[in-house]
């Protein structure tokens, strides 16, 4: 199993627009996807259009200490995808954040233990530095930030290296986590804009070395999609956002390339 969580200290810019993306794609492909929405408003769980069982979400594994086998049961298949499953979020998990527990950040770790997953990913809430990033980075091999080509997305991208970075140093959970990349969402590629380069370029700057390609080109019917809670890939005019999302699959798990496209 391999689990990674893609985070940003800023809000709105493409975290879970490219969790589910990046699901789907795995997804399509056969591979075993696990999601896991530690987002309070939910957005990955609606999105994903799942029925929730009242209280048979996340913060059955966050706020407990007993959670061997947790994530398996209480995983539900998305209509999008059979391969794609989802451990639900909900508002809840939002006053948990402040909460002290002993030991509760390795408790979303230990509940994946026995779920049939090749890959998790973790769809993480905007506030760095709290119980349910440490959760998600405790149990995770690697880290991806999503940005938009803009100034506030790029500090939002600096702050969470910052974060990632002490966690690394404070922390003995998880000493190994890696840094798999910057995504570059909602490229404006029919009119690059002035604003949009200067971003790039300051990320070239900072951390050149992370950011992946192709950026995920804007397009209206991520939005529609996600407003009817379905996959934009299942749209004509959703094909080049998708496409962008097979070539980040490509670099982020080399082992599952499909070839002969
Ligand atoms: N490629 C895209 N084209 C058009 N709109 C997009 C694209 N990617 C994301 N969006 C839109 O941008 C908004 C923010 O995206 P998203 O919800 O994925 O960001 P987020 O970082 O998860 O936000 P939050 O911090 O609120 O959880 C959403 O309305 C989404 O539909
Ligand atoms: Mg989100």
Redesign the pocket.
């Given at each position: 199993m391999q689990t990674l969580t893609v985070a940003?200290e800023?809000?709105?810019?493409?975290?879970?627009?490219?969790t589910l993306g990046l699901a789907a794609e795995l997804g399509r492909r056969g591979v075993r996807v696990g999601v896991i929405d530690l987002?309070p408003?939910s957005?990955a769980t609606t999105w994903l259009g799942v029925d929730v069982p009242e209280g048979e979400h996340v913060g059955a594994i966050l706020g407990v200490d007993d959670v061997d086998g947790a994530a398996a049961d209480l995983a539900l298949v998305t209509p999008w995808n059979a391969n794609v499953s989802v451990v639900p979020g909900s508002r809840d998990i939002a006053t948990l954040e402040t909460a002290h527990q002993e030991y509760g950040d390795l408790r979303l770790k230990r509940s994946l233990t026995g779920w049939d997953r090749d890959v998790v990913l973790i769809?993480s809430?905007?506030r760095q530095g709290g119980f349910l990033i440490r959760s998600a980075l405790t149990a995770s091999d690697r880290v991806a930030y999503?940005t938009t080509p803009d100034e506030d997305g790029r500090a939002g991208v600096e702050w969470a290296r910052y974060n990632v970075a002490r966690f690394r140093q404070l922390s003995p959970l998880n000493p190994n986590l890696a840094e798999a990349g910057i995504i570059v969402?909602?490229w404006p590629d029919t009119v690059v804009t002035r604003d949009a380069r200067t971003a790039i370029e300051a990320l070239r700057e900072t951390a050149g070395d992370l950011l992946l390609t192709p950026f995920?080109?804007?397009?209206?019917i991520?939005?529609s999609a996600?407003a009817g809670e379905v996959w934009w890939g299942d749209f004509d005019r959703g094909a080049v956002?998708a496409d962008a999302f097979t070539q980040l699959a490509d670099a982020l798990w080399p082992d599952t390339k499909e070839t002969g496209r």
């Open positions: 940003s800023k809000g709105g810019v493409g975290k879970t627009t490219v987002d408003r957005t769809d809430p905007n999503t969402t909602r995920i080109p804007e397009r209206v991520v939005r996600r956002v």
